[in-house]
Antibody, heavy 121, light 107 residues
Framework: QVQLQESGPGLVKPSETLSLTCIVSNGSISGYSWSWIRQPPGRALEWIGY???????NYNPSLKSRVTISLDTSKNQFSLKLRSVTAADTAVYYCARRVDTILVTDAFDIWGQGTMVTVSS | DIQMTQSPSSLSASVGDSVTITCRASQNIGAYLNWYQQKPGKAPKLLIYAASSLQSGVPSRFSGSGSGTDFTLTIRSLQPEDFATYFCQQSYTTPKTFGQGTHLEIK
């Protein structure tokens, strides 16, 4: 069974860049697209964006100017960079596998456990 | 953005009961609706995709229905492991958006 595990700093200072990595184990990163989703405390999940296996990306317009999601097939992992963070970016960050087929459109079928990132000085 | 509104936000039920959770979209999304289950400290789990299709490995007591703007998730004969938070997600357009979640607790 494919498993995902997020890693990265739990504390980031305001105005700096949040960087997270998601390691894909027990399966190949190729052939799928990969997403980042976050959940601020007490709020709904927010889709951040995804990277296709070709390297193409699709981002939430509300975050597009600050976000980069990239793939590293040699390490079987993908990453998130969110620039110029503020307290509003404090959230649990999840990585997830995106499924997009004729039958299943833009669903997230495998998720990591999530990692809490706090933005504070 | 398409707003997804779930009701109720919390729900109490007993083992063996049947419950229904509603998700309403702010515009027509056809059948582009997915449901997830999340337990505390655990990764979310895809239950239903395309409004009514059961994800592989999900028990048949879970079912989804609806199209357009109104959708429901029904759980029949609740089991102890079903007490969790459930949320919907529209996959009709970017940005993908989620409901705020429905917390199902044991009465």
């Amino acid at each position: 069974q494919v498993q995902l595990q997020e890693s990265g700093p739990g504390l980031v200072k305001p105005s700096e860049t949040l960087s997270l990595t998601c390691i894909v184990s027990n399966g190949s990163i190729s052939g799928y697209s990969w997403s980042w989703i976050r959940q601020p405390p007490g709020r709904a999940l927010e889709w951040i964006g995804y990277v296709l296996d070709t390297g193409g990306t699709n981002y939430n317009p509300s975050l597009k100017s600050r976000v980069t999601i990239s793939l590293d097939t040699s390490k079987n992992q993908f990453s998130l960079k969110l620039r110029s963070v503020t307290a509003a970016d404090t959230a649990v960050y999840y990585c997830a596998r995106r499924v997009d087929t004729i039958l299943v459109t833009d669903a997230f079928d495998i998720w990591g456990q999530g990692t809490m990132v706090t933005v504070s000085s | 953005d398409i707003q997804m509104t779930q009701s109720p936000s919390s729900l109490s039920a007993s083992v063996g009961d049947s419950v229904t959770i509603t998700c309403r979209a702010s515009q027509n999304i056809g059948a582009y609706l997915n449901w997830y289950q999340q337990k505390p400290g655990k990764a979310p789990k895809l239950l239903i995709y395309a409004a009514s299709s059961l994800q592989s490995g999900v028990p048949s007591r879970f079912s989804g229905s609806g199209s357009g703007t109104d959708f429901t998730l029904t759980i029949r004969s609740l089991q102890p492991e079903d007490f969790a938070t459930y949320f919907c997600q529209q996959s009709y357009t970017t940005p993908k958006t989620f409901g705020q979640g429905t917390h199902l607790e044991i009465k």
